[in-house]
């Protein structure tokens, strides 16, 4: 008889241990991820500190004086800076008739209006002296009415965050195309919202907007004096007026991009203005002109809009600076993509560890940023070296500038982290990815210049730095636009000279 016994019955159901393993499992997955979000969170607040304490620095006292050396170098009077802000300050102070006088002389329809938008007066400027456009929307306000409820839906939904900026402190401008009758295409008209100083009225300030086309085409004709002193000659450009026909001794560089060539306090401190002040003071004044077609928010397909607008103003040369307004349609290539891992990658951007520390590995490879680069911006630049060539106009690319990010201390990538988080475009990338994509642009434009035979100006080689350089990823404050200048006037000297002796 054998004295082995039979193998022991299972002691029981195994699946509610392996359950009690699983929510574990799943319990420390989320609190890990948890507490990442909440560190992301914690030090996104800090960097954000940081990055207004950089801020607060730029305006300290004695922190503008390289900008205020340029300004006075460059400038031949000094720009009309904020002349607008202080029109609009001053008119609560004023008596009735010096209202209906200012509203007259500036073209503009004034509404003050409750905290709540409720409109509780109107002055409208008289027939003759406003266009057109501006008195029938004064016209179509009402008091005891509420202001958004005057405005497109798209342009209605945003009036109460004005409300709150102006109420707060700020001085809010918007831009909104008010539908006209017809069916003729929408007015742009520039809104500006003014608190008085008790904070019980806000004033709000309608005017045409600089823009003829939302962020495609500048108004003819426009003076503004916000923030900057803007003037826009007959042809639509931010410069004094060309003159045509070209007189035949002189040398035309027409400068072609977004508002990283627009940009500047007047025209003279653009970057297009500083290198024609550079070449009069070098070759003497009046035998180079260098035309500012650059156009606030104008990405490579408008660009190809203003072609026959550019080639129009005679140049023997055209000068191309311009990427971050492409940003958004290249990088859409793949965040709207329906792909699966495309899908994945745009909503792991959600999650804000994700996007802190590991943005850049949510790129694709350089392939398939190559691609996006050559069937958006690169095919665009395609079309304008034909058409410069087919006129016998020469064309010259500039490399991209971006701040040297990685080589700056914790509070500097912070300032610069805080400026491309509150892009127009929003949270699409960090830092760091974005970096990627512009040394893979400047790297494409070298690689295109080489292909088709034309000079590549080395501006992101030569232009880098911090705030006391960049005011936010891509912009410059003036002692930036000077050096970028002054790169691109080394790069064309030669070729110019060797241009003026051709005509003589």
Request: proline residues 7%; hydrophobic residues 45%; neutral net charge.
């Amino acid at each position: 008889m054998s004295d082995q016994r039979p193998n022991a019955a299972p002691s029981g159901n195994p699946w509610p241990r392996r359950l009690f393993i699983a929510l574990g499992i799943l319990f420390w997955v989320v609190a890990v991820a948890a507490g990442l979000e909440l560190f992301a969170a914690v030090r996104d607040q800090a960097n954000d500190r940081l990055a207004h304490q950089v801020e607060s620095g730029l305006y300290a006292d004695g922190a503008s004086g390289p900008d205020d050396a340029v300004v006075r170098d460059y400038a031949p009077e000094p720009p009309a800076v904020g002349k607008d802000f202080e029109a609009r300050r001053a008119f609560f102070s004023l008596n009735e008739p010096d209202r209906n006088a200012q509203a007259a002389r500036r073209g503009e329809v004034v509404a003050f209006c409750r905290p709540n938008g409720e409109i509780e007066q109107l002055w409208l400027p008289p027939d003759g002296t406003a266009a057109a456009e501006v008195i029938a929307f004064g016209r179509s306000l009402k008091t005891g009415a509420f202001l958004p409820g005057a405005l497109p839906a798209e342009s209605s939904a945003d009036v109460p965050y004005a409300f709150t900026e102006a109420l707060g402190g700020g001085r809010p401008l918007r831009e909104y195309p008010i539908a006209q009758p017809g069916g003729a295409a929408p007015y742009v008209m520039q809104f500006a919202w003014e608190a008085s100083p008790d904070r019980h009225t806000v004033a709000v300030f309608v005017r045409p907007s600089m823009w003829k086309r939302l962020w495609q085409e500048f108004r003819p004709g426009v003076r503004q004096s916000d923030a900057m002193d803007l003037r826009i000659n007959a042809r639509g450009f931010r410069d004094d007026e060309v003159i045509l026909p070209k007189p035949p001794h002189v040398y035309r560089i027409v400068c072609v991009g977004g508002s990283t060539t627009a940009e500047g306090l007047s025209g003279a401190l653009t970057y297009p203005g500083m290198v024609e002040t550079k070449f009069a003071r070098a070759l003497g004044p009046g035998r180079v002109d260098v035309v500012n077609a650059g156009i606030f928010a104008l990405a490579s397909q408008g660009e190809m809009d203003h072609l026959d607008d550019y080639l129009a103003l005679e140049p023997d040369l055209v000068v191309h600076y311009n990427f971050v307004n492409d940003v958004p349609a290249i990088s859409g290539r793949w965040l709207e993509s329906k792909a699966l891992l495309d899908r994945v990658r745009a909503g792991l951007l959600r999650v804000r560890f994700v996007y802190d520390f590991m943005n850049p590995l949510l790129l694709p490879n350089n392939a398939v940023i190559d691609r996006a680069l050559d069937e958006t911006i690169l095919a665009n630049l395609s079309r304008l070296a034909d058409a410069c060539r087919a006129k016998g106009v020469e064309l010259a690319l500039c490399t991209f500038a971006a701040p040297d990010y990685h080589g700056l201390d914790r509070a500097q990538r912070a300032f610069f982290d805080y400026r491309i988080n509150n892009m127009l475009w929003g949270r699409l990338m960090n830092m760091a990815s974005y970096l990627r994509l512009v040394e893979r642009y400047n790297a494409r434009v070298r690689a295109f210049g080489a292909e088709r035979g034309l000079r590549v100006i080395p501006v992101a080689e030569s232009l880098t730095g911090g705030s006391e350089c960049f005011t936010d990823i891509c912009h410059l404050r003036p002692r930036g636009i000077e050096h970028k200048a002054q790169i691109v006037f080394d790069a064309l000297r030669d070729t110019v000279e060797k241009g003026l002796e051709a005509k003589k």
